[in-house]
């Protein structure tokens, strides 16, 4: 009976203070209307430095299998991409043009400095070709160069600084509705969703849907926190589970990319393992420690520093490390040549070395380097293909023969083909089932079949062997 009568009083009050109410309502308006206007301020801000990408390719493989069609067809497609360089360089997804024929950009009319219209109904950019300057597939991100200058960009924020909870708006073109933007908050930062990959991205709310990808996550203060890359959904759109690849990726990304073509990955020769419950009872470790060395390379820039198989991982330039996953995550992104401070405890003896990253050896991205070498290409199959050496050998994981043509790099005249395009770390062994030793006899082989003649490339790649079929251009 109290507690109704109090639900009574209180309701009474509040009735009978019309003007208390009244005046707390229009107190909270302004503040609403501001907050209204930040965003109006903001989305026109952000919206001439995204821009719309227009993709003629083919269907991913495992879509054309689906389809259960002889010949691979051709299709049309869009996604987003962020001006991050005044003269013409755009950052996207990987995936958003890597079986591209062909590509267009939408510059928005502002981005080259038109003014607003009054309409609703805003003014079309202009469309300009688009070219590739390389993908980086371990972080399904993409450098892509239109003919242009004195564009609008995005400066790069910071996303170690973001925080679940903190505002987040999403801009792109989702199912091709350009110049579209979202509004949510940031889920969970450094979610890793695989384990052991180094590879993390920022999960919001903000709405994101297909032709959402390469588009802009930006923080309130319009800087770019992240590159939109995925969703997980259970009906094709939007459920709230969006994934960013964070911008301290893409600058480490970009950056190499606009230097040296494609990405340099650095290592320092460890293995780190997170130290479980069950692993610290048997090795009788401390409950607290994280982290510990399991492997050691003794020829790798740890190991001539003096860090051992066994030694306690502490820190990693002052930062305390708690499991393994994030030693490789805060490796990931730095530089080839930096200097890092990893902290050790080594018998009750704390201990710091100075380790210098090196380059990953065995990374196939690093066949393009001897691209720049080669003066002709196999024309038929848009690619650069070599002979067999023992340092191009060293850069390839798993290769069981030591022999046949090495593809380095390809071009957007690739033949396709329901298996896919040739990739570069392709080692080519036969064609049309006649065997070949060398890159000139991958040459002799194709030079011999007619246009329009079918073609089964046997290639091996990242150890495993699988057919590439396609039909020579007439």
């Keep these: 009976m109290r507690r ?7 309701s009474a009050a509040i009735l009978t203070a019309p003007g208390a109410a009244r005046g707390q309502t229009m107190g909270r308006a302004p503040a609403l209307a501001e907050l209204s206007k930040s965003l109006e301020e903001l989305a026109a801000k952000v919206s001439p430095c995204v821009v719309q990408i227009f993709v ?7 879509e054309q299998r689906e389809r259960g069609t002889g010949e691979p067809t051709v299709e049309q497609s869009n996604g987003s991409g962020v001006i991050v360089d005044a003269d013409g360089l755009i950052v996207t997804n990987s995936h958003v043009v890597e079986n591209a024929t062909r590509l267009e950009v939408e510059l928005p009319f502002a981005a080259t400095g038109g003014a607003a219209g009054r309409s609703a109904v805003k003014r079309r950019g202009r469309i300009v070709a688009a070219k590739i300057v390389a993908m980086d597939k371990e972080t399904d991100l993409a450098v892509i160069r239109v003919d242009a200058h004195g564009l609008s960009t995005l400066p790069f924020g910071d996303s170690d600084l973001l925080r679940p909870g903190q505002i987040v708006l999403a801009f792109g073109s989702p199912l091709g509705l350009d110049s579209s933007v979202t509004m949510g908050v940031v889920s969970a930062v450094a979610r890793q969703l695989e384990p052991e990959d180094p590879m993390i991205y920022i999960q919001t709310d903000a709405p994101i849907n297909p032709g959402n990808s390469g588009g802009a996550l930006v923080d309130t203060d319009g800087r770019l926190v992240g590159i939109n890359t995925l969703i997980y959904t259970q009906s094709g759109g939007s459920e709230g589970i969006g994934f960013a690849a964070p911008v301290n990726i893409v600058k480490n990304v970009f950056a190499q990319i606009r230097k040296f073509g494609r990405v340099r990955r650095g290592q320092v020769g460890l293995v780190p393992q997170t130290i479980t419950p069950l692993l610290a009872e048997a090795l009788g470790l401390p409950e607290q420690a994280g982290v510990i060395i399991a492997d ?8 001539k520093a003096g860090v051992k198989r066994g030694d306690l991982l502490l820190a990693l330039d002052g930062k305390p490390m708690e499991n393994g996953r994030q030693f490789r995550v805060n490796l990931y992104t730095r530089p080839i040549g930096d200097v890092v401070r990893i902290d050790v405890m080594r018998a009750a003896q704390r201990m710091t070395f100075a380790v210098t990253v090196a380059e990953r050896e ?28 023992d340092r191009i050998a060293a850069l390839l994981p798993d290769l069981r023969m030591k022999s046949g043509g090495v593809v380095v790099a390809v071009t957007a005249e690739t033949p396709y083909s329901q298996q896919g395009r040739l990739e570069p770390g392709d080692v080519i062994h036969a064609v049309n089932d006649t065997g070949v030793a060398d890159a000139g006899d991958v040459r002799k082989a194709i ?18 062997f699988m057919f590439i079929a396609f039909r020579l251009s007439r």
């Design 4 to 10: 109704v009568l109090l639900v009574f009083i209180v």
């Design 56 to 62: 003629t390719g083919y269907a991913p493989p495992d």
């Design 296 to 303: 050691v390379d003794p020829n790798g820039p740890a190991g």
């Design 362 to 389: 065995r990374d196939p991205d690093r066949l393009a380097e001897f691209a720049a070498l080669q003066q002709s290409a196999v024309r038929e199959l848009g690619a650069v293909v070599l002979d067999m050496t």
């Design 447 to 464: 030079a011999a079949l007619k246009p329009g003649s079918a073609v089964a490339l046997q290639i091996e790649r990242e150890g495993e």
